[in-house]
């Protein structure tokens, strides 16, 4: 079955300490995107990827940063610079030049 | 700039009743227009979505929505709630020049009463 897979589900971190996340999709689509979520706040772009080794900073990049070396997989570091990293994270999939979006299981970090 | 408005953050309805979310939009052109419902600790799976043609929309899980150009709205109805309907719903728009991103509501969050 073709999808979208982030991996850990769960995610602890100090304080201080650059973190990675997974994301990986076999659905053959060219753009991948991160959200993050906060209660009561929505989805908050964070990168985007149309093509591979190109991506754009979203509306929170800062703290944040991304790699496309391949189509499949989109890994999204949180740095040490990110004030408030602990969230649920998505990851999202799209054909090229389509809205609708396809999102993995998302990833829960907690930092303390 | 574009936005999404869904002005309930929570709906409270008892199992059995019938249900409408409100999303209302702001966008000069008519705009691609979708509505996403996340189960607890869960990603977001797609109820349906709005193009062109017919303004009422069909989508999975017994869900449908309306596009109502002269109010700008794209409201999600449900003529009968179950108790799995309970999650988080979120409308959403794509515009023409938003290089295909969309634009997302802030969600509201349906309780189910029994």
């Known amino acids: 079955d073709g999808g979208i897979t982030q991996s850990p589900k769960y995610l602890f971190r100090k304080e201080g300490q650059n973190v990675t996340l997974s994301c990986e999709q076999n659905?053959?689509?060219?753009?991948m995107y991160w959200y993050r979520q906060d209660p009561g706040q929505g989805l908050r772009l964070i990168y985007y990827?149309?093509?591979?080794?190109?991506?754009q900073k979203g509306d929170i990049a800062e703290g944040y940063s991304v790699s496309r070396e391949k189509k499949e997989s989109f890994p999204l570091t949180v740095t040490s610079a990110q004030k408030n990293p602990t969230a649920f994270y998505l990851c999202?999939?799209?054909?090229?030049?389509?809205?609708?979006?396809?999102f993995g299981p998302g990833t829960r970090l907690t930092v303390t | 700039a574009q936005s999404v408005t869904q002005p309930d953050i929570h709906i409270t309805v008892s199992e059995g009743a019938s249900l409408e979310l409100r999303c209302n939009y702001s966008?000069?052109?008519?705009?691609?227009l979708f509505w996403y419902v996340q189960s607890p600790g869960q990603g977001l799976q797609l109820l349906l979505k709005?193009?062109?043609?017919d303004t009422l929309v069909q989508g999975i899980k017994g869900f449908e929505a309306e596009f109502k150009r002269s109010q700008s709205s794209f409201n999600l109805r449900k003529p009968s709630v179950h108790w799995s309907d309970a999650a988080e719903y979120f409308c959403?728009?794509?515009?023409?020049?938003?290089?295909?991103?969309?634009?997302w509501g802030a969600g509201t969050k349906l309780i189910i009463k029994p």
């Open positions: 999202a999939s799209s054909r090229q030049m389509d809205y609708e979006q396809y």
């Open positions: 659905l053959n689509h060219d753009a």
């Open positions: 990827s149309q093509i591979v080794n190109d991506f």
């Open positions: 966008y000069g052109a008519t705009p691609y």
């Open positions: 709005y193009f062109s043609g």
């Open positions: 959403a728009v794509g515009a023409s020049d938003s290089n295909y991103q969309l634009i």
